[in-house]
T-cell receptor, first 114, second 115 residues
């Protein structure tokens, strides 16, 4: 199993550009989520999904869109990038067999917005 | 929503000494408390977790304690080694309400173990 795969690993954008961070998992996990990590701020939840067709907002959803058309994929879209969105982004998934459990993280995507 | 506070933000210890990291949480509905370790440039990985029906859990040199009444939990690392150097995150997850299943992280503790 590859686990959780994120692409791209690095990206530089100009203010106002749009892009999509891809996330795929092959563990048949129903729960998928996106976090951003900023120095001294920990990991903050952007959006999450408990299954195909179901998404919800986390702590810092503004400026980001998500969709969940399949169990495997959970892309994160930045519609109009801003310098404040410079960060490291992590996709994570877990089984929903229990209400809580281990989160499996991707390797991260480092995004710089100029 | 849940608010998780973590202290200290940085911690330096000599190899062989013990390290303790403390976290508090605000939501009484939280009942799952994992700890993640993130080495430099790597992804966070679960090292230990505890549920609210247990007061203490141990795995070799790592232990976690939970005080639900006081809403705080701690990570204890004994006989520290240089490879324990990393950022450690605590987290809490409610098991009911509108935030069911969400994982809220503390801001992290940079642990440095000096040889």
């Amino acid at each position: 199993n590859a686990g959780v795969t994120q692409t791209p690993k690095f990206q530089v954008l100009k203010t106002g550009q749009s892009m999509t961070l891809q996330c795929a998992q092959d563990m048949n996990h129903e729960y998928m989520s996106w976090y951003r990590q900023d120095p001294g701020m920990g990991l903050r939840l952007i959006h999450y999904s408990v299954g195909a067709g179901i998404t919800d907002q986390g702590e810092v959803p503004n400026g980001y869109n998500v969709s969940r058309s399949t169990t495997e994929d959970f892309p994160l879209r930045l519609l109009s990038a801003a310098p404040s969105q410079t960060s490291v982004y992590f996709c994570a998934s877990r089984s929903t067999g229990a209400r809580t459990g281990e989160l499996f993280f991707g390797e991260g995507s480092r995004l710089t917005v100029l | 929503g849940e608010n998780v506070e973590q202290h200290p933000s940085t911690l330096s210890v000599q190899e062989g000494d013990s390290a303790v990291i403390k976290c508090t949480y605000s939501d009484s509905a939280s009942n799952y408390f994992p700890w993640y370790k993130q080495e430099l440039g790597k992804r966070p990985q679960l090292i230990i977790d505890i549920r609210s029906n247990v007061g203490e859990k141990k795995d070799q040199r790592i232990a976690v304690t939970l005080n639900k009444t006081a809403k705080h939990f701690s990570l204890h690392i004994t006989e520290t080694q240089p490879e324990d150097s990393a950022v450690y995150f605590c987290a809490a997850s409610p098991d009911r309400g509108s935030t069911l299943g969400r994982l809220y992280f503390g801001r992290g503790t940079q642990l440095t173990v000096w040889p």
